[in-house]
């Protein structure tokens, strides 16, 4: 409803953006380095965050930028079932017939061909994967298993809430916390870089001119913690209550009408 008022040309903060086009954050950033290290040492990472901070937007973002015939990207979500169910998931991102994905072999044999005969590094990611079974934890585990654990040929990334990291922590995860090499935690927009945020998805929905006066970012900062979910959510809400009023920008008093009709 606001698109006209402004002269926008489609909503800033409802579309996803290309990997290319978000905001070059100090998190993503860091995440990026992670996630690069991860792929060096062929290991077991782990991401995590809050709802809203943009975990899988973060690996999107870094399996963009993998060379395709060097890297093999697997992506498994919806992390519930048991530990079959789980194989048969993993196979279907390998190209598997769904049968053969009830033996372990089976995985671990197309593993081994993309990195040996292939020259493919696999890169499991597994979003969700809070909701993952113990005993299929267990078993991702042990799917990172060659020659007598002497051999990484599969690199595993876990994608979670928070309560991930405090499952991995209990002692019947020991073994797969133990063999966790890199870990990242997602968190929310300094609250410097939210300005530049805006900006930069105003400025392809065709808006040359800031709309948002600085107590109204503010309060979007309040409000969203920097969680980008959360933020674009109440940017959105809150350049609908400025049009209603007809008001050339977004005022702290907008933001806080969109917060009363919604909770960020």
Do not use: W
Not at 36 to 57: M, N
Not at 70 to 76: G, I, K, P, Q
Not at 191 to 206: F, K, Y
Not at 219 to 247: C, D, E, I, M, V
């Amino acid at each position: 409803m606001y698109l006209t008022h402004f002269g926008l040309t489609g909503y800033p903060f409802e579309r996803d953006l290309q990997p290319d086009e978000l905001f070059a954050c100090a998190r993503l950033r860091e995440a990026q380095a992670r996630l690069s290290h991860l792929v060096e040492l062929r290991g077991i990472g782990l991401i995590t965050g809050e709802v809203g901070s943009a975990k899988t937007t973060a690996c999107r973002h870094f399996s963009a930028g993998l060379h395709a015939g060097l890297y093999r990207l697997l992506y498994v979500s919806l992390s519930t079932g048991n530990v079959m169910d789980r194989y048969k998931s993993i196979a279907c991102a390998l190209g598997l017939p769904v049968e053969r994905a009830m033996a372990f072999r089976s995985l671990q044999s197309e593993i081994t061909r993309l990195a040996t005969a292939m020259r493919q590094q696999p890169i499991l990611v597994v979003d969700e994967a809070h909701h993952l079974r113990n005993e299929v934890l267990e078993d991702l585990r042990l799917l990172t298993h060659y020659a007598m654990d002497a051999e990484r040929r599969l690199c595993l990334v876990l994608v979670g809430l928070t309560a991930l990291r405090r499952r991995l922590a209990m002692a019947v995860h020991e073994s797969l916390e133990q063999r966790i090499v890199v870990s990242d935690h997602c968190g929310g927009l300094a609250r410097d870089e939210v300005p530049a945020d805006l900006s930069e998805r105003l400025q392809r929905a065709g808006s040359p001119l800031p709309l948002f006066e600085p107590p109204a970012i503010e309060a979007l900062f309040q409000a969203s913690h920097g969680l980008p979910r959360k933020l674009n959510r109440a940017a959105h809400y809150a350049l609908s209550a400025a049009a209603l009023t007809k008001a050339r920008q977004v005022s702290a008093e907008h933001v806080q009408t969109a917060l009363d009709e919604f909770r960020p």
